[in-house]
């Protein structure tokens, strides 16, 4: 069972930027590619970024590129999300998930954390 642990997400002005952090507990976290996704009041919950177990392959969603960048610290089992340029259409609940499938769906991952707010103000 691997447990994850979101940080990070605040109340942000347009244009800001905010690191979010992804803590795995319980297992091997260096054998699982993780995900961020997002969701929004009345979307469906919606891939943001994946990273590889080895940290040498991301994937990111058209909306994001360019502004975000998904990192990982093995040895931290910690991944990370930095978001730069943030709109208010980011505005969302973010959570982290991780699975030993290289995904964009959410039925790609295995184990989900309680996600982190974050809000962007106009």
């Known amino acids: 069972q691997v447990l994850l642990v979101e940080s990070g997400g605040e109340l942000v002005q347009a244009g800001g930027s905010l690191t979010l952090s992804c803590r795995a507990f319980?297992?091997?976290?260096?054998?699982?590619?993780v995900g961020w996704f997002r969701h929004s009041p009345g979307l469906e919950r919606a891939f943001v970024a994946l990273i590889t177990q080895d940290g040498g392959s991301t994937s990111y969603a058209d909306s994001v590129q360019g502004r975000f960048t998904i990192s990982r610290d093995n040895a931290e089992d910690t991944v990370y999300l930095q978001m730069n340029s943030l709109k208010p259409e980011d505005t969302a609940l973010y959570y982290c998930?991780?699975?030993?499938?290289?995904?964009?769906?959410?039925?790609?991952?295995?184990?989900w954390g309680q996600g982190t707010q974050v809000t962007v103000s106009s």
């Open positions: 998930a991780a699975g030993v499938r290289v995904g964009v769906e959410p039925n790609d991952y295995d184990y």
């Open positions: 319980g297992y091997s976290f260096s054998t699982y590619t």
